[in-house]
């Protein structure tokens, strides 16, 4: 669908859910490369600058997960916008609604405000850039939310599935705050009077360091996880090997008098059974003595 949501000292031009065909007409109508356009098809694309002969043409992705148990690559997780812009033009291309939109043309383009099409990107910018603001404070009481429960005595949940996804969608969000720092660069060059510029730069630095902080924790956690799993292991596997060092020798005693040899004359003695059995006693308190003093227990 093609709207066009304003009209003053530029032209607005917004499509949602373009076909080809719709692409290849703005392209000749506006006298833009074909190949540039289509690239508005692709639903993964990373965000990006470029110049098409005298227009501008920018991708930025805003979070918008879908509903899915465990989201985590980009198309799962951000939505496209496409942006060319020229001096007189702006024409916005994207396949799921864009309320931020709306509000840009009722904030920024009504009476006494004298806005260029490269100042208005900024604004599209930044409310892309936004969203993921919310996500990063999820993300972070998320990763405390399992950290308390790993050191949880009474804990008993398996956490590596949770730990992954999370830092896979740090990964991504990250990636693509990264990203838009080039594309807010190669902006930058055409709003030096923009003042909103540097408020775009702080925000996106600091929902870049969130998240650089958000995976460098949830990394750390993840190797905390296992290293307390692996600790738990050797625990239980402790306590098994002390019962087996007990039960060794009573084995071992206990199968040489199981041969049922003809001549063992312990076996027609009076006292061979309560001796066997003092012998095995002793051997319990000797063992018990010797891990005492070793400290394995």
Known sequence: MEKNIYQGSFTWLDVTQPTKEQLLDIA???NLHPYTVQDCLEPDHLPKFEMDGKAR???????NPKELETPHSVQDLTSKIALFYTDDCLISIHRLPQPYIEEIVSRYLGKGHHLKPCDVVTHVIWYAVSTYAGPAQYLDDEVD????????????????????????????????LTLTEKVIAEVHHDTHSNPFIQDLKDL??????NYEQIHEDVSNL????????????NEVMKVL??????FMPLTFIA??????????????????????????LVIIVVIYVWIKRKKWM
């Open 241 to 246: 090997t002390i019962f087996s060092v007990f």
């Open 28 to 30: 000749a109508r506006f």
């Open 255 to 280: 199968g040489i008098y199981g041969m049922n040899f003809k001549y063992m004359p312990e076996l027609k003695e009076v006292w061979g059974y309560p001796a066997s059995l003092g012998l095995m």
């Open 145 to 176: 939310k399992i950290e308390t429960a790993i050191f949880a005595r009474h804990s008993r949940g398996k956490f590596e599935e949770k730990l992954y996804h999370l830092r896979r969608m740090v990964s991504v969000n990250k990636k693509l």
């Open 204 to 209: 996106t630095l600091k929902l870049h360091s």
């Open 57 to 63: 043409f920018i991708i930025v992705r805003s979070y």
């Open 222 to 233: 993840l190797n905390i996880y296992i290293s307390i799993s692996a600790h738990k292991t």
